[in-house]
């Protein structure tokens, strides 16, 4: 059994073959797809989705700080009224992106530390996105830790040192495509930090895995991550799939 942790399987660019995209992933073994939300824009396509495939997609609910903009206390305030509705598996994906705005820093840093609060008071874990902002990321973090604190880094791509810092944090590192490619540099000591604290992840439609980086990216991609993680930690493929799996279940109590 094979967990994907982090696919946006509502997106666009699946709306053309989204049905076949899912038995393909279902077929390399994949049965169990983990839905981060980004805004209120997308709410409609996740319920969607997860309507039609009951039994093996489960839904997030949380602001992507990308999408806190202006309006980021009216998302917030629609994350809140869903999660007080009904049940999500996680809060996210949550957390700071300094990579293409910086001028919605402390909003961001808001949306943030209210989300997991609310994952904290709901018993949810968090997943975090991190673009450019580890040291922002980790002071948020330092000032919530604790063992209601508990998630996944989505995609990371820090050093062994920043690894080490956010599994203190009771974070289990999503490892995906990045793994595979020649500048990705985690390769170099993810031989280093035990695989327990490991989740695979492919954030499809983005960051396919070699051979298909730059093309769009699906779940089925994610053998080839653990392809990868076979190389790294020279163990089985079956044994990374239960061990990442059984990691998942811990995270995510399904």
């Known amino acids: 059994m094979i967990t994907d ?3 946006h399987l509502y997106s666009e660019q699946f709306n053309e073959d989204r049905k ?51 309006n980021y206390l009216e998302e917030l305030a629609h994350v809140k009224e869903w999660i007080d509705q009904r049940d999500f598996y996680a809060i996210g994906e949550i957390g700071i992106d300094l990579y293409w705005d910086k001028s919605f820093l402390q909003q961001q840093q808001e949306a943030f530390r209210t989300q997991i609060k609310w994952a904290k008071e709901k018993n949810l874990p968090i997943v975090i996105h991190c673009r450019d ?16 604190l508990r998630g996944v880094f989505h995609c990371f791509t820090g050093t062994l040192e920043q ?15 990045v793994a595979t490619f020649k500048n990705g540099k985690i390769d170099k000591f993810l031989h280093e930090i035990d695989l327990n604290h490991i989740v695979l992840e492919t954030d499809a439609p983005y960051l396919a895995p070699k051979p298909f980086r730059g093309k769009r990216n699906e779940s089925a991609y994610i053998t080839n991550v653990i392809d990868k993680l076979v190389d790294i930690y020279n163990i089985s493929y079956e044994e990374i799939a239960k061990v990442t799996t059984e990691n998942s279940k811990e995270v995510f109590g399904i």
Request: aromatic share 10%; no cysteine.
């Open 5 to 7: 942790t982090h696919t």
């Open 20 to 70: 076949a995209m899912i038995q393909r992933a279902k077929d390399a073994g994949v049965s169990r797809f983990f839905i981060p939300a980004i805004d209120s824009s997308y709410t409609e396509s996740m319920f969607s989705l997860e309507e039609e495939n009951p039994n093996d997609v489960f839904l997030m609910m949380g602001l992507h700080p990308t999408s806190v903009k202006e």
């Open 133 to 148: 902002a580890f040291d922002e990321i980790f002071k948020v973090l330092e000032s919530e830790k604790g063992n209601d």
């Open 163 to 177: 690894a080490k810092q956010a599994i203190s944090y009771n974070m289990k590192l999503g490892i995906g495509g």
